[in-house]
């Protein structure tokens, strides 16, 4: 089955900067990747789909890449702010259902 | 649209008694997923339905976990004879379409501990 990597140490970063947040799959390409936002106590909260075609996507501050020759989609926050603080979920599909990495948990810092 | 429900938010119990949560999906939505996360994971796949019909179960889901959705609207989950190791945020999420095609959209979970 699909296994999802993410960086499971925090990453810290200083308001203004852009943060990047790493996601790497180790089995056969998904033809979709989702990102999903989690703040805490809370249920996670969409931010982006990208299919297997598009290498890039970006809304607003945002922005995924999807690599499928490295198997990886990079998720990145330009402009960081204090408010982008939170655990950020790559998922996959699996069967029709989404499987979800561990997350990375963002700190930025003023 | 009133987004997905889940209810209670909180529960504690005792180890051997039995636990019920409901999800209320937004209403045009066909699709209901339950997922359970502890502390420091992702969200961990237990079951889902389309409509009324369980199509998918995780084989980590042990018989003492049950899951409903009467004609395709709310669902409920059950674990019965609850043990601490089923201590975790139970989170319901909903789809109008599948999973690889569109968003899922999750309810604020159910919190269990069990003592």
């Known amino acids: 089955s699909q296994k999802i990597e993410q960086n499971s140490e925090a990453l810290n970063i200083q308001e203004g900067k852009t943060a990047t947040l790493t996601c790497n799959y180790t089995?056969?390409?998904?033809?979709?990747l989702q990102w999903y936002r989690q703040d805490p106590g809370r249920g996670p909260v969409f931010l982006l789909l990208?299919?297997?075609?598009?290498k890039e996507k970006r809304k607003e501050r945002l922005k995924v890449t999807f690599d499928t020759t490295l198997k990886q989609s990079l998720f990145h926050i330009t402009a960081s702010q204090p408010a982008d603080s939170a655990t950020y979920l790559c998922?996959?599909?699996?069967?029709?259902?989404?499987?979800f990495g561990t997350g990375t948990r963002l700190q930025v810092f003023p | 649209d009133t987004g997905v429900s889940q209810d209670p938010r909180h529960k504690i119990t005792k180890r051997g008694q039995n636990v019920t949560f409901r999800c209320d999906p937004i209403?045009?939505?066909?699709?209901l997923y339950w997922y359970r996360q502890t502390l420091g994971q992702g969200p961990e796949f237990l079951t889902y339905?389309?409509?009324?019909?369980?199509?998918?179960k995780s084989r980590l889901l042990s018989d003492r976990f049950s899951a409903e959705r009467p004609k395709g609207s709310f669902s409920t989950l059950e674990i019965q004879r609850t043990e601490q190791g089923d201590s975790a945020m139970y989170l319901c999420?909903?789809?109008?379409?599948?999973?690889?095609?569109?968003?899922?959209?999750f309810g604020e979970g159910s919190r269990l501990t069990v003592l």
């Open positions: 999420a909903s789809s109008r379409q599948a999973a690889n095609t569109g968003e899922l959209f």
């Open positions: 089995n056969y390409s998904p033809a979709y």
């Open positions: 990208i299919r297997e075609n598009e």
């Open positions: 998922a996959l599909v699996e069967t029709d259902k989404l499987i």
């Open positions: 209403s045009e939505h066909n699709r």
């Open positions: 339905f389309q409509n009324e019909a369980q199509l998918e």
